[in-house]
């Protein structure tokens, strides 16, 4: 293991000539942001934040972030305004976009690096008034408390964790943050150290110290805020692939770990998805994708209360347009016919009107072994396509989450996966039919 | 209420025509019995049995029962023999024939009406021998208990359980014995406060007087036996019958409950109905009964583990030659995939070897939400003609009772319902698929 981390290591930092151009960039933009806060009292100071203050960032993708504090009276309102502003005049060589976070911020891209202006406020610790405002403590503490060495640890795991597609804390993603890779490493030391106590992880185990209790599979506390769990982010799926993936390098390790991990596909269920389609009025990602991963799982629940079994499911949007509910079905068609238990004989007035109301309404009512009366019931749906699109016309409000209702009622579409798709929307259904590379380590 | 029952319980009693009748047939029988046995001194005496004895007959299909009561030192070997002898020797005018209950009995027919010449042995009360043993002490309690007014209560609950096709202990049957409806009549005094109280009874509520407990829905002691749970030979489903026919009748009195009750067959779902079909060598009809009864639920369990929804199923046999395994499926066709659920991801071991495993030999391996890796396996068998013939090719010793095995190696059918069948068992078979008469009185 030692030998096949030393020789990740040597690839992981940055070389002097990315180094010195992406400082280069970071410097420029510094001083185009720094020169538009002169006119706003509403400021209080710039800084830089995330991996490229921290020096934990790879030379892939490594964006640069500068926070704007404001003032905490400042409204909210104002705060993004004026921060926007910002953002706009000072990058207006740059075409800059707005980004929908808690609070939208602005981005643009310099030769491949982008860069994120994020307002936050000047808050003294633990009075946070926006999520972002604990970025300049983070920032702050881990350029105290990293040293050199964990570093590049910090950029080994990064690696490790990008293979094998749990890097990434946007809820699209729901993986591991830069930020929770730092405090692994600070907790642990190494890389090697990290690997050798998450193979060893209990259920519900806590690395950090608080006094508050959490109920996700692992706890990571934030060490700037002992309320904070930084892992209820992460899902279990995430979590479980990144717990299998240390133990698989323990067992066997290889330089395939830090490498991207394909997924293995099973064509032959492209027939047994149920996908509904539909176009959004386009709003923060965070938002679209929350809504998104609800309506799958309602939709989830109420093919399962129609009698289908749904073996994994998925949500996907393209964040501009389009947006993807999957559902994987052990089959998109099911027996015309399911029992319904009723009361055992002994209860006297729900057995009498459990027969009587079934006499009428079910296709046969008889008495169990277990002495529970049970009927018989005719399912109204068998396909799962006509099911779906039935319930969707009339049961809207029930399966939809609010914030979606006026992007369905202007129209979606119910179909099975081996309809024509583009390359890139197969490429990512066809992960709830794939074998994840992750799992594939233990090949 | 009142007055249906007085208007059955004139239509209950024999009519003297009848019971003179039945007396010469009796009495005739008795002194040809009576006749043989002097040939025996192995023999203590002779006496009638059953409902003739204790005059709570029906004027339909009353059989005279009379006890051979053997010292209780001879051989169960002896009291066969020598019983038998006996039986053939007095009735031989009459065609004899043999029947066996836990021992061999001598049946024949005189005039529509059947004799038993069954043997006992004349123990002490509660020394018990042979299951027969109990016969005329139940006989000599009864004749002292019920009075004549009861004698007709007796009547009128046979009536009631015959019409709604509960009557009868034998195996086959699994319904109300003579027997326990004489105690229930001693119980509550008449039919009327029997109703009355059945349509209030909890579930375990004990009948009569006993230090025991028992694990039945309603347990009814053996007056002349506390040990005894006369109730623990009534099927679950029958037991039910009762007490949901006894509240309709309580709620809404009428003439039909003590008419045969009809079933309604639902003959859209003879498509689902999985039949085994095989031939005998003749046994008792007690044991016979049993065997095919067990394998219907040994292969039930074996339906379920392939996949397949038992909804209800049911043994039949003519005690001759042919008997059936029925089962009425949710579907006869299944999905062709199936999930496994495998250990938590926090398990080391267990989750190694899973994913290994499944990696190889299922169709997709992935992480569940709720922590757990699964496994999407493909089914040997979606149809469940297939499926079972290939489990009884290959799993006989599992499946089927020992006591089957030699008969199930001579041949065996396996088909789906809609295949022709003979009337009388068609009707036997549609059961399952039929809403019983007892429930049809909710209607």
């Known amino acids: ?28 933009v510094y001083k185009l942001v720094e020169k538009e806060i002169q006119k706003y009292s509403e400021v209080v100071e710039l800084e ?4 490229y203050a921290k020096d934990t960032w790879l030379s892939k993708n490594a964006d640069i972030d500068i926070f704007i504090k404001f003032k905490k009276n400042i409204s909210e309102e104002k705060l993004e305004n004026i921060s926007k502003k910002i953002g706009f005049e000072s990058l207006k060589k740059y075409s800059p976009y707005v980004r929908y976070s808690q609070h939208p911020y602005v981005e643009a891209k310099i030769k491949d690096t982008k860069i994120n202006i994020v307002p936050c406020y000047d808050v003294k610790i633990g009075e946070w008034k926006s999520a972002a405002d604990r970025s300049p403590f983070h920032t702050k503490f881990m350029k105290k408390s990293l040293t050199r060495k964990m570093r590049n640890e910090v950029r080994i795991l990064k690696t490790f964790l990008k293979s094998n597609k749990i890097y990434g804390a946007e809820i699209a993603k729901q993986g591991f943050s830069g930020y929770i890779s730092e405090v692994l490493i600070l907790q642990y030391g190494s890389f090697e150290n990290l690997i050798k106590s998450i193979i060893k992880i209990k259920e519900k185990q806590i690395i950090g110290k608080t006094s508050k209790s959490f109920d996700t599979a692992i706890v990571v506390i934030d060490p700037i805020d002992g309320n904070r769990n930084l892992a209820a982010a992460i899902s279990n799926e995430n979590i479980g692939k990144f717990i299998l993936s240390c133990r698989a390098f323990k067992n066997k390790p290889s330089l395939e770990f830090f490498k991207n991990q394909k997924s293995k596909i099973s064509n032959k269920f492209w027939n047994n998805l149920l996908i ?26 109420q093919l399962e209360l129609g009698g289908f079994t749904v073996v994994r499911s998925k949500a996907h949007t393209d964040e501009q347009i389009d947006a993807y509910l999957i559902f994987f079905l052990e089959s998109t068609i099911i027996s015309e016919i399911y029992q319904k238990k009723g009361p055992e004989f002994f209860r006297n007035d729900g057995s009498h009107s459990f027969i009587s109301k079934n006499l009428k309404d079910s296709e046969l009512v008889w008495i169990g072994n277990d002495g529970k009366i049970i009927s018989l019931e005719k399912r109204k749906h068998v396909n799962a396509e006509k099911f779906m699109k039935e319930f969707l016309k009339k049961n809207l409000n029930v399966g939809i989450p609010k914030g979606l209702h006026s992007d369905f009622k202007r129209g979606y579409k119910v179909f099975l996966g081996n309809k024509t798709l583009s390359k890139s929307i197969k490429e990512e259904i066809s992960e709830v039919i794939s074998v994840d590379g992750t799992l594939l380590h233990f090949n």
Chains 1, 2 share one sequence.
């Not at 290591?9 to 151009?21: C, E, F, L, R, V």
Request: charged share 30%; hydrophobic share 35%; glycine share 6%.
């Open 1 to 28: 293991m030692k030998e096949i981390i030393s020789k990740i290591a040597k690839t992981t930092i940055p070389s002097k000539i990315i180094q010195k151009s992406k400082k280069e960039i970071a410097d420029k």
């Open 48 to 51: 830089f934040g995330g991996s």
């Open 276 to 301: 509904v389609k539909f176009e959004f009025k386009i709003r923060s990602p965070d938002i679209i994708w929350g809504q998104i991963k609800r309506a799958t799982s309602t939709l989830s629940t």
